[in-house]
Nanobody, 123 residues
Framework: QVQLVESGGGSVQAGGSLGLSCAAS?????VTWFRQAPGKEREGVAGITGGGITYYADSVKGRFTISQDKSKNTVYLQMNTLKPEDTAMYYC????????????????????WGQGTQVTVSS
C-alpha cells in the first residue's frame, strides 16, 4: 500500500503561480498529477518516473514543471502562468508497477490516489 498526501493549491489570478506537493509513504515507479474539472474527464497533467523521466500534457508544457525529491518520496508540481482553464481538482496518483507499454496518462495505470486539492484560477 502507498499513502499519498497532497498539499498546496488554492486560488490565484490568471498569470499567477501555485505549487503542489505529493508525499508518498514509500517509493514508487511513477507519480502523475491528474486534474478534473466539473463535467469533464480526469486528465493527466504531468508525470515523473522514479528515474526522473518527465511527461507533460500539451496544454501545460512550458508552464508547469514536475520534479521530485526521492529522499522524501515527494513529487512537486510548479504551476506558472496559470489560466482560468487550469481550474480543477488536482489529484496525485502513483504506481509501483513497471508498465512501459501503458501511457502515463492512463488512469488505469495507477493503484494509489490522493484525496485531491482544489486549484482555482480567476480571470
Amino acid at each position: 500500500q502507498v499513502q499519498l498526501v497532497e498539499s498546496g493549491g488554492g486560488s490565484v489570478q490568471a498569470g499567477g503561480s501555485l505549487g503542489l506537493s505529493c508525499a508518498a509513504s514509500r517509493a514508487t515507479t511513477l507519480v502523475t498529477w491528474f486534474r478534473q474539472a466539473p463535467g469533464k474527464e480526469r486528465e493527466g497533467v504531468a508525470g515523473i518516473t522514479g528515474g526522473g523521466i518527465t511527461y507533460y500534457a500539451d496544454s501545460v508544457k512550458g508552464r508547469f514543471t514536475i520534479s521530485q525529491d526521492k529522499s522524501k518520496n515527494t513529487v512537486y508540481l510548479q504551476m506558472n502562468t496559470l489560466k482560468p482553464e487550469d481550474t480543477a481538482m488536482y489529484y496525485c496518483a502513483a504506481s509501483r508497477r513497471f508498465e512501459p507499454g501503458i501511457r502515463w496518462a492512463n488512469v488505469g495505470r495507477y493503484d494509489y490516489w490522493g484525496q485531491g486539492t482544489q486549484v482555482t484560477v480567476s480571470s
